[in-house]
């Protein structure tokens, strides 16, 4: 009996000191990184939500010191992201570098036929989900989404959104299809900032903006009709936008909010990449930024980050089928 008990007295030690090692490992690996400062490739124009949200998260770290090195943001729009992702493959095994996605990071390579996909990068951290309210003027006659509805079915109303074969314009052409409407006259812009401006302007009839870029308007001069997600905005302000599903229109929508990094970078680098959002995502002011914008909180990484992007690649790959742009 006492042989036993020491057999299994060694067993249980034995993983103990596996696990300690383990994960004191992790942490020695995480803690050799950063050497020199962090480049934050933002694939959007300044003032939208994925530049807004960059830089945010930037102020963060000049706030709190998750590392000791600084991040410095760098927008690199063009091509529907395809510039920003075009560079990142360019510095392979640079581990301090690192990208903020769009649904993009999925859509682009598929309708360009480029010879790269989201496999090709490295996974870091899924931070969020955002949102897609329909915006209109404030003294707009679209007073609500039937209504809106309603006059699209007669003439092709002057919509604008960021990029072309994008999100933005993935909704609308969603709205045109589903709501069998006239298609939308759909303006491109370089970035949510300069589409949420035309808005006010006048310039458009309707965006969808996310509450981070046309927030800061409403209510003065916008104001949003349905928002396209499953549940309503836990903003406040915004509880009393229903959602499309509640007025009996089947379209569901998020934009992806998340960190990849180049392909090749050591596991030591990834692992303080995810150490930096894992502490990022408890940050209080994340958090109420987050409840601000009425983003989804996440904190999906490795595999499992994969694994999300794979669906988030199936559904795209059937919204674009159904636009035509994929065959």
Known sequence: MS??????????????????LFVFG?????????????????????????DK??????????????????IIPVNKPGGAGAV?????????????????????????PLFQKLPFTFRDFTP????????????????????????????????????????????????FRAIEKIGKTKPFKYVPFKGGGAVAKALVGGHIEASVNQVSEAGPF???FVRPLVVFQDERLDVKGYEDTPTAKELGFDFSYNMMRGIFAPPGISKSEQAGLVALFKDISKDPDWLAFAAKTGLQPTSITGDDLMKFVENY??????IMKAQGWLK
């Open 3 to 20: 042989g036993i008990r020491s057999r299994y007295s060694f067993v249980l030690i034995t993983i103990m000191v596996c696990a300690v």
């Open 218 to 220: 409403y209510p003065e």
């Open 84 to 108: 920003a992702m075009q560079y990142l493959l360019t510095q392979k095994g640079n581990g301090h570098m690192m990208l903020i996605t769009l649904n993009s990071f999925v859509t682009t």
């Open 53 to 70: 949200y960059a830089r945010f998260l930037v102020g963060l770290n000049v706030k709190n010191k998750y590392i000791d090195e600084v």
């Open 26 to 50: 992790e942490v020695a690996e995480a803690a050799d990184w950063p050497t020199r400062p962090v480049e934050f490739v933002i694939s959007a124009g300044a003032g939208g939500g994925a």
């Open 124 to 171: 870091v951290f899924l931070l969020a989900l955002d949102n897609f309210p329909l915006w209109v003027q404030k003294d707009s006659k679209f007073k609500t989404f039937e209504d809106f509805l309603s006059e699209a079915r007669k003439r092709s109303i002057l919509v604008g959104g960021t990029g072309s074969k994008q999100e933005d314009e993935i909704v």
């Open 313 to 318: 690649e199936k559904k795209h790959i059937t």
